[in-house]
């Protein structure tokens, strides 16, 4: 039996923010006062962030056959998962809500955070065009088949770093997932190739108190691209470390801001020929200064994320991937071969 969804009393005035409260959460807040944009980005923010989605956010959701999710399960641990489904499987039925009617993928620790109440930050995006939209919210709702979100926050993103292919939905798919592989701190060597191949992954954190229904607070899930090879996957005495670069972005700064007072993140990363899915869960943190950071071309700083636990899926995503247009800001980035080349160099 579907739960019936709750009336909740507004937290904004009618043309924005109460001047007593603020979209930004005091993690996202320190971390745009380190980096100098606080004052203007509080003011973009309470234009620019939401409590309820405009029409062409609904549109694109409705549109879309993937959708990134964002949770947090029992123990705080943070996961980023993939849902699929013919364009359709997301409904908007007014600005407030999305009704999500789609299962995760076999063996995905979603599948366990889906209860009325839990927080969820929920990533619109359509590759083939390079538009994304957010809307970070709660379960109101669930039954066998589905479950709905009450939106929190709503807000665009820009088209930066996002590599252009256009998936289809193909049903046949659907019974090809195989069992989920569990793998612990340590990745595989089958693992550590997807991430040192990819151009994209997700990225979810989570607010210091996301449980609770205040201002700000909730899980957040964000894109990351970049050329093959901007993740560095190293391992020592038993454990797997990536590093990757943060390029310059909207100065809103959710995952740092997050990770600011929270480093609990998640990693989920497809392989777009196979349906792979790699869903990684551990500890996450910011690097903004040193010798790497100067090195690596177009990052403005580097986060560094420890595996603590991992899914491989495989065959789990029912789509197909045509085409491919590298975004142009990728082009202007580096990998971390060509800065072992240059250090090389430089020692010689």
Partial sequence: MTTPVPRR???????????????????????????????????????????????QHRQLFEALPLLIVGSRDSSGAVWASW????????????????????????????????????????????????????????????????????????????????????????????????????????????????????????????????????????????????????IRVQSRAGRTTLTFPDFRGNFIFNTLGNLEVNPHAGIVCADFASGDLLSLTGSAHAIWEGPELEAFEGAERLLTFEVESARFLPRALPLRFHGFDPSREILETGTWAENAAGAERLSE
Avoid at 35 to 44: H, L, Y
């Fill in 83 to 230: 849902l699929c489904g013919e364009p359709g499987f997301v409904r908007s039925p007014s600005p407030e809500l999305l009704h999500i009617h789609a299962q995760p993928a076999l063996g995905d620790p979603l599948a366990e955070q889906l209860v009325v109440g839990s927080p969820l930050g929920v990533l619109g995006i359509q590759l083939e065009t390079r538009r994304r939209n957010r809307a970070n919210g709660r379960i109101v709702a669930r039954d066998s088949a589905s479950f709905t979100v009450q939106i929190e926050q709503s807000f665009g993103n820009c088209r930066q770093y996002i590599q252009a292919r256009e998936p289809a939905f193909d049903p046949a798919l659907l019974g090809a997932a195989e069992p989920a592989i569990v793998e612990g701190a340590e990745l595989s060597a089958r693992s550590c190739e997807l991430l040192e191949k990819t151009d994209t992954f997700f990225i979810a954190t989570a607010s210091a108190s996301a449980e609770r229904n205040a201002a700000g607070e909730g899980v957040d899930v964000s894109h990351r691209g970049g050329r093959p090879g901007f």
């Fill in 9 to 55: 009393s507004p937290r904004v005035i009618e043309r924005g923010w109460s001047h007593e409260e603020s979209p930004f959460h005091a993690g996202e807040q320190a971390v745009q006062r380190r980096v100098g944009v606080r004052d203007q980005v509080e003011r973009a923010g309470r234009n620019m962030i939401r409590e309820q989605m405009p029409d």
